[in-house]
């Protein structure tokens, strides 16, 4: 079975420009959460979704956003890249909201120049 | 201060050796508790839940004191396969959600 899929793996941008990040959880996870990963520290909770709906959000500015689809795919919007945004971004999924068992993707890999 | 805060390392430990990592949390409302173990560049991997009366999976022993607000993860027997980074995480309920809240990470190098 896929686990959970990101894309893209890599990217680069400049300060200013729009981001848009997608995740696929793995099947039958109806949870998504989003993480922002800084070099040399852990995960930090930006988003969760489950069913449709926001569960949860972190402490990051509106310039992020995100939603899922029906399918439970999510993506994550970032606006007006900032070179403090360059970090790993981690989809991870879960069979419910209320889990300490997040399967995590790959990520993606985001440098703003 | 941090809401989840361990010891960066590194751990520079033989094969063989035992290795045991803290973590302490600020948050009295967190709920339930976890190891999570990232390999270099790699997506963290749940390694173990933590439970209140202490609870062992293999080589790995992991225990929760709610009063001093602290988690520990030892490690026996250590293998070349367990260099990792080493997370600690809180889950904190958040009205209809529970947050991960995860620590820096504690990174453990075994050697030959």
């Known amino acids: 079975d896929a686990g959970v899929t990101q894309s893209p793996t890599h990217l680069i941008k400049t300060r200013g420009q729009h981001v848009t990040l997608r995740c696929s959880p793995i099947?039958?996870?109806?949870?998504v959460s989003w993480y922002q990963q800084v070099l040399g520290q852990g995960p930090q909770f930006i988003f969760q979704y489950y069913e449709k709906e926001e569960r949860g959000r972190g402490n990051f500015p509106d310039r992020f956003s995100a939603r899922q689809f029906p399918n439970y795919s999510s993506e994550l919007n970032v606006n007006a890249l900032l070179l403090g945004d360059s970090a790993l971004y981690l989809c991870?999924?879960?069979?419910?909201?209320?889990?300490?068992?997040?399967?995590f993707g790959e990520g993606s890999r985001l440098t703003v120049l | 201060r941090k809401e989840v805060e361990q010891d960066p390392g590194p751990f520079n430990v033989p094969e063989g050796a035992t290795v045991a990592f803290n973590c302490t949390y600020s948050?009295?409302?967190?709920?339930?508790f976890f190891w999570y173990r990232q390999d270099c560049r790699k997506e963290p991997k749940l390694l173990m839940s933590?439970?209140?009366s202490g609870n062992e999976d293999g080589r790995f022993t992991a225990q929760l004191n709610r009063a001093s607000q602290y988690i520990s993860l030892l490690i026996r027997d250590s293998k070349l396969s367990d260099s990792a980074t080493y997370l600690c995480?809180?889950?904190?309920?958040?009205?209809?959600?529970?947050?991960?809240?995860f620590g820096s990470g504690t990174q453990l190098t075994v050697l030959p």
């Open positions: 948050n009295s409302a967190s709920q339930s």
């Open positions: 991870a999924s879960s069979f419910t909201p209320n889990t300490g068992e997040l399967f």
């Open positions: 933590v439970y209140s």
């Open positions: 995480v809180v889950n904190i309920s958040s009205g209809s959600a529970r947050q991960l809240t």
């Open positions: 099947s039958g996870h109806k949870s």
